[in-house]
């Protein structure tokens, strides 16, 4: 994937308009059974969303995406069945009335237990590289069984377990015969939701329609004053860059460094030192629908965010060196949540399905 460039002020950064695409993945979803689609995310005459870039659509040759794999991901994604007492899903920490977050600082699994940290939004997913906060999954088809055999999320002993669970299950051993011509596996299923999470996109904003689509009357007046602190004042494009609003990668805040247990965060997968209490920068699109915020979900509102970075952070021997004080006054603070709430777009609004296999 091309690293994301710096976005560039509104005069400069007028790109054609595209068709807005995302009432159709919608209609999509809720339909039963396998509805037609005319293209899919990765082929040629698909079109994102106003605001968002195909050319940087990530989705490995070995998974290309299909409509009966998509409709095949959306079942395994918000079926409880798919955890040890059928109590969790995907879904239940990824809820589509939350644009995929659970609103909880940290998420709750199988029989009530908590995990450490905040469910990420599995919004844009499309254009990701590494997944979790952390890194830890080298792809979005590692991520989708990862959780499966957390002792605090879906609770299998192994993957073995869960697909002799799904084994039981007619209908997924159909439905996995017919999108994968062979048997149910640990590398099936996550192909599966894998192509249904990069389904789950947001674009054509009012700052889209603002900046992309050249409508002026898009975005307030205040929102444009924090459009111009974001870009400048407030060096929000250091981390948070591109159409997408993430750099991907990985930076020290310091979170977790006024408290008695430090999170040491992108370290335990590199091992090195520069990491320590590092985490991927997530993407702003729908930031106003996804708090709270922060890894440990620390932040209710986007104005403690603000003021948190106004403040630089929390100093520590492994903060990043572009997080500093920013000396934005409190209108301009105000501007810039302002702005913020624009990035709530369109795409990712459907309906979990009301019936599974059986």
Known sequence: MKPLGPLQPTAMNRKRAVVHVGMIISLLFVCMPFTSWAALPGEEDWEAPLGLDEDFVV????????????????????????????????????????????????????????????????????????????????????????????????????????????????????????????????????????????????????????????????ISPAAQRGLKLFLKKARCTRCHSGFNFTDEKFHNLGIDWDTDHID???????????????????????????????????????????????????KNPQQDNTIIPLELTDPEKEDLVEFLQALSGEGWQMEPPTKFPK
């Open 59 to 218: 989705i490995p040759k070995d998974n290309p995406l299909t409509k009966e794999k998509i409709e095949l991901g959306k079942l395994l994604f918000f079926d409880k069945r798919l955890s040890k007492n059928n109590t969790i899903a995907c879904g239940s920490c990824h809820l589509p009335s939350q644009a995929f977050t659970d609103g909880q600082p940290v998420s709750t699994g199988i029989h009530r237990l908590q995990g450490g940290r905040s469910a990420p939004a599995s919004i844009n997913r499309l254009f990701s590289s590494v997944q979790f906060w952390d890194g830890r999954a080298a792809t979005l088809e590692d991520q989708s069984t990862g959780p499966f055999v957390s002792p605090v999320e879906h609770g299998f002993a192994n993957h073995d377990e869960l697909v002799a669970k799904l084994n039981t299950i007619e209908g997924y051993k159909a439905l996995f015969q017919q999108v994968f011509q062979g048997p149910i596996t640990k590398k099936r299923v996550g192909q599966a939701i894998a192509s249904f999470q990069r389904t789950v996109i947001s674009g054509n904003s009012p700052y889209d329609r603002f900046d992309y689509g050249g409508e002026e009357g898009a």
């Open 264 to 314: 040491l965060g992108r370290f335990t997968v590199t091992k090195n030192a520069e990491d320590i209490g590092a985490f991927k920068t997530p993407t702003l699109r729908e930031i106003p629908r996804t708090a709270p915020y922060m890894h440990d979900g620390r932040f209710a509102t986007l104005r403690q965010v603000v003021d948190f970075y106004n403040d630089g952070g929390i």
